[in-house]
């Protein structure tokens, strides 16, 4: 198998640790994988902010880029339902629009083959235990689109579950949007601001001292607001917590 690691625009400026993380745990469980160098941004922020001509071009060269692996694997849940989601309904855009169907037949292959971390080790690597060791108690935040565009269910859970060492603990109003939204935060700052603060009391309220979901953008955001709240909680991304063993344990 042929994978490869689409690591975002938001991990590779800020977050390159989780993709690091991401190599070092499938490598572990036998996985050869490449990271396309040419790789760019998938469009995702282009679309959802009504530049849905502008997206096309990037996600053509996405579909370039990553067309020829068997599997391609994201520590995000936003960007692959970008493209398990939205790159369809491009196509079919394009199509209505009178531009024929090659954006459709182009951007087709990649759709059913781009996985999110937890759907690639669940469902086709078939493991929960990937062999990791976290000594801390951890409360777990689905994220919007891994939760709704994805449906990734209780893969992320099944897989806490299974760390040595590591306490899961429920988070209450678990399945409520942290604020984050990609511009939602930015043209609504206040009301992001306030949901943020919600998430942040909800996992302060748990007695964990991670709090772990499976995408880095909302974890940015809550953060965020961890730091301005000075909570007693700290962010940390689901790829991380596996990747950690006794002998390389992560901090």
């Known amino acids: 198998m042929r994978v490869a690691l689409f690591l975002t625009c938001v991990n590779d400026t800020l977050y390159p640790d989780t993709g690091r993380a991401v190599v070092k745990l499938l490598t572990r469980l036998g996985v050869d994988v490449d990271f396309p160098a040419a790789q760019t941004c998938c469009g ?31 520590p995000s849940g936003s960007c ?12 079919e855009r394009a199509r209505a ?16 083959k781009t996985y999110e971390l937890s759907e690639f080790l669940v469902d086709v690597l078939g ?17 919007c689109h891994g939760l ?5 269910g209780d893969r992320p859970r099944r897989l806490l579950g299974a760390v040595k060492g590591l306490e899961l603990v429920e ?38 001292e991670v709090l772990c979901a499976a995408d880095n953008s909302c974890l940015m955001h809550i953060g965020g607001t961890m730091t301005r709240l000075r909570a007693g909680i700290r962010p940390v991304h689901l790829a991380e917590i596996l990747a950690s063993t006794e002998e390389e344990p992560a901090v």
């Open 44 to 74: 995702q922020a282009h679309y959802n902010t009504g530049y849905r001509h502008e997206a096309e071009p990037l996600a053509r060269h996405f579909a370039d880029v990553f067309g020829e692996y068997d599997a391609i694997v994201t």
């Open 127 to 143: 493991v929960t235990d990937v062999g990791a060791y976290y000594p801390h108690t951890v409360t777990y935040h689905p994220t």
């Open 80 to 91: 692959g339902a970008m493209v398990r989601e939205l790159y369809p309904r491009m196509g």
């Open 171 to 208: 988070l209450p109003g678990a399945e409520e949007c942290c604020g984050f939204g990609g511009t939602f935060a930015v043209k609504n700052a206040d009301v992001s601001a306030a949901m943020g603060a919600d998430k942040v009391r909800n996992a302060e309220s748990t007695g964990a």
């Open 148 to 152: 709704r565009s994805l449906g990734l």
């Open 97 to 112: 629009e009178g531009r024929g169907d090659s954006l459709a037949a182009t951007l087709a292959p990649v759709v059913p």
